[in-house]
């Protein structure tokens, strides 16, 4: 009887060592001193909320000042470890470090941190950010890029911010005041997301970089705009069709790179841009020198070996739909007359 009592106990301990160190996480080995990566670190929130015993808690030496959370995608396919990032997880799970990467893990929703100076959360599902009007923020670099963000107005309030990306979202419109603070901010990416006109006023006068690929701008308004620092202007894959260089460089007489590629330039728009910007010794493509081997698509032409778009695809592709939509309904018309004809014929 003793015995099995002690078998209990130890079984009872060998349970419970199990179920505490399942929450006990430590550094990928080689990871350390200054950088400890995590994989596949669980936290819920609302869990921890009613059940404080089931905290995580992370193992890594004082001298770290980085902390990854790496996620196994292909075993955890279908079970979300980790939605939310807040300060609890931030303060009491991680210990507050300087810098932080949560790459592809299926993140929701960021709480931002004060003492926050690094931060690449990319390649999640953010949706919503939050911050408090209130707080001092000290984060330098943030990385929001390809996530499902809308509405970024939350950041206004992160002003020591140098770095900021929020490429690949879903952004239409920036706040007016959205960079009235910042005034360390110098590289900006917006590329990828679904701006169909920009205010440049917006900006602040510091800025070096910015990129607005991949959007969907029809022109630039530069008139009163002075950015004297701006020296990278990425442009490409819009459908701009004409460019003032005139009001362009008055705005931003500092401009290097000035990438306009897969734009809507009629091929002698585009023969004058690239020549008004060779004259002014401005890059017009981000990379090594071209070969004279540009490979274009059938639709598109080449100047200087940059391709260009022969035609303003997004205009054509509404007429386009137009034109199938009424092809289809003069389709399923006839089909109907004709069925109602035969039936006709077959009552006779």
């Known amino acids: 009887m003793a015995s099995m009592r002690r078998y209990v106990r130890l079984l009872a301990l060998i349970t419970l060592w199990t179920v505490v160190s399942g929450y006990v996480y430590k550094c990928e080995p080689g990871t350390e001193p200054t950088v400890c990566s995590i994989w596949n670190l669980q936290y819920d929130a609302d869990i921890v909320a009613k059940h404080p015993d089931r905290l995580p808690t992370v193992n890594y030496s004082f001298t770290v000042n980085t902390v990854q959370l790496l996620f196994e995608r292909y075993y955890y396919t279908r079970h979300n470890q980790l939605e939310r990032y807040d300060l609890t997880l931030h303060g009491t799970v991680l210990r507050n470090p300087p810098s932080v990467q949560i790459r592809d893990y299926r993140l929701r929703q960021v709480v931002i941190p004060a003492n926050l100076q690094v931060g690449d959360f990319t390649d999640n599902a953010i949706s919503v950010i939050e911050t408090d009007p209130t707080e001092q923020y000290s984060v330098r670099y943030l990385d929001l890029s390809h996530n499902t963000l809308r509405d970024v107005a939350n950041l206004t309030v992160l002003v020591q911010l140098q770095t900021l990306n929020l490429e690949g979202n879903r952004i239409t419109t920036l706040e007016p005041n959205m960079f009235t603070r910042m005034d360390n901010l110098t590289h900006l990416y917006l590329g990828d997301n679904n701006f169909g006109a920009f205010d440049f006023h917006t900006l602040p006068k510091g ?25 990278e202007l990425n442009l490409e894959a819009n459908l701009l069709s004409s460019l003032d260089m005139a009001a362009l460089f008055t705005a931003c007489p500092a401009l290097e790179v000035v ?5 809507t330039f009629a091929k002698k728009e585009a023969h004058r841009i690239v020549t008004e910007l060779k004259r002014r010794g401005v890059s017009y493509y981000i990379g090594m020198e071209r070969d004279g081997s540009a490979d274009c698509d059938y639709d598109e032409f080449s100047v200087d070996d940059v391709c260009f778009s022969d035609s303003p695809m997004g205009d054509w592709s509404i007429w386009k739909g137009l034109f199938l939509l009424v092809l289809g309904v003069l389709v399923v018309c006839m089909f109907v007359l004709s069925v109602r004809w035969v039936w006709h014929q077959m009552a006779y």
């Open 259 to 263: 990438p306009i590629a897969y734009n």
């Open 207 to 231: 800025l070096n970089v910015l990129w607005l690929m991949r959007n969907e701008l029809r022109d630039l308004t530069l008139t009163s705009i002075l950015l004297p620092r701006l020296r």
